[in-house]
């Protein structure tokens, strides 16, 4: 496992075929042991070697990395083995594990790594008491999400219908599930036009792999991204460099200000300058 790494392999294909049906709310311990079992498959992802998605993790790496008690670690391993989507290796069943569909030919979501770690451990764990509906929701939601995103924008075009279609979320719980990844920082939502309505808006759910504000909107057909070029402070104007889908160089197009919101990037403000040709 190599620390600096951005993201890592996650096989989806599960995650696309309904299995975060396997983690419901249920009273009486399932439900915690349901977010438990979210909280191991993150560590697993994360330490799993790049070719064989095989990972080594001991139950006090577990613990130091998720803020989990040792006998909730094992139940959440147990959830895990039991649907399916870690198996335990028999060289030494207690510490090491493999994902389930491991290939890196394809059928692998990128995980956030570097991104979700703060002195040593899990940061956005340790604010979680597994006895919450909405954390559960909250993991399932934020995995769909990873399966989801689009390679290019870094960013999950997903409605409501759907995310209740893949989670088994209840559509009056998605909203408290969005706020509550949002206010863990593991993910930015962002305001598109809708193409449902003329003056309406749809979300845009964008994972976080470092802090780098942006608006994507949607003109001509084309998704366009603009990325901050530096980093402001909260409610600071910026100057905007946009980037169309495909493009690899920053630094042509348009330049906008807009005011900024630390989770929600809005509307520009003001078109400051477009160079002839662009939109």
């Not at 080594?56 to 130091?64: E, G, L, N, S």
């Not at 008690?69 to 959830?79: I, M, P, Q």
């Not at 160089?249 to 040709?277: D, E, N, W």
């Given at each position: 496992?190599?620390?600096n790494?951005?993201?890592?392999?996650?096989?989806?294909?599960?995650?696309?075929e309904?299995?975060?049906?396997?983690?419901?709310?249920r009273?009486?311990?399932?439900?915690?042991?349901?977010?438990?079992?979210?909280?191991?498959?993150?560590v697993i992802?994360?330490?799993?070697?790049?070719?064989?998605?095989?990972?080594?993790?001991t139950?006090?790496?577990?613990?130091?990395?998720?803020?989990?008690?040792?006998?909730?670690?094992?139940?959440?391993?147990?959830?895990?083995?039991?649907?399916?989507?870690?198996?335990?290796?028999?060289?030494?069943?207690?510490?090491?594990?493999?994902?389930?569909?491991?290939?890196?030919?394809?059928?692998?979501?990128k995980?956030?790594?570097?991104?979700?770690?703060a002195?040593?451990?899990?940061?956005?764990?340790?604010d979680?008491?597994?006895?919450k509906?909405?954390?559960?929701?909250?993991?399932?939601?934020?995995?769909?999400?990873?399966?989801?995103?689009?390679?290019?924008?870094n960013?999950?075009?997903?409605?409501?219908?759907?995310?209740?279609?893949?989670?088994?979320?209840?559509?009056?719980?998605?909203?408290t599930?969005?706020?509550?990844?949002?206010?863990?920082?593991?993910?930015?939502?962002?305001?598109?036009?809708?193409?449902?309505?003329?003056?309406?808006?749809?979300?845009?759910?964008?994972?976080?792999?470092?802090?780098?504000?942006?608006?994507?909107w949607?003109h001509?057909?084309?998704?366009?991204?603009?990325?901050?070029?530096?980093?402001?402070?909260?409610g600071?104007?910026?100057?905007?460099?946009?980037?169309?889908?495909?493009?690899?160089?920053?630094?042509?197009?348009?330049?906008?200000r807009?005011?900024?919101?630390?989770?929600?990037?809005v509307?520009?403000?003001?078109?400051?300058?477009?160079?002839?040709?662009?939109?």
């Amino acid at each position: 496992m190599a620390a600096n790494r951005e993201f890592v392999r996650l096989p989806s294909k599960w995650i696309l075929e309904h299995g975060l049906y396997s983690f419901p709310w249920r009273n009486g311990g399932a439900g915690s042991d349901n977010i438990a079992a979210l909280m191991a498959l993150t560590v697993i992802a994360h330490k799993a070697d790049d070719e064989t998605g095989i990972a080594r993790v001991t139950y006090d790496q577990f613990c130091d990395l998720t803020f989990l008690s040792r006998a909730k670690v094992s139940s959440g391993l147990d959830v895990l083995e039991t649907i399916e989507v870690v198996e335990r290796q028999p060289d030494d069943a207690r510490s090491t594990f493999k994902l389930a569909d491991y290939s890196v030919a394809g059928g692998w979501a990128k995980l956030p790594f570097k991104s979700m770690y703060a002195f040593g451990s899990i940061a956005a764990f340790k604010d979680f008491r597994l006895r919450k509906l909405a954390e559960l929701d909250a993991l399932k939601l934020f995995f769909l999400l990873v399966a989801m995103r689009n390679n290019k924008v870094n960013v999950a075009l997903i409605g409501y219908d759907k995310i209740e279609l893949y989670t088994a979320i209840p559509r009056n719980r998605i909203k408290t599930a969005i706020s509550f990844l949002a206010s863990l920082s593991l993910i930015y939502v962002e305001h598109l036009p809708s193409r449902e309505s003329e003056h309406g808006t749809a979300n845009a759910y964008r994972i976080v792999w470092e802090y780098r504000p942006t608006i994507t909107w949607e003109h001509g057909g084309e998704l366009w991204r603009m990325q901050l070029s530096s980093g402001p402070a909260q409610g600071a104007q910026a100057a905007l460099l946009p980037l169309r889908l495909g493009d690899e160089a920053a630094g042509s197009g348009i330049c906008i200000r807009y005011k900024f919101s630390r989770h929600t990037a809005v509307a520009p403000m003001m078109l400051v300058h477009r160079p002839q040709g662009v939109l």
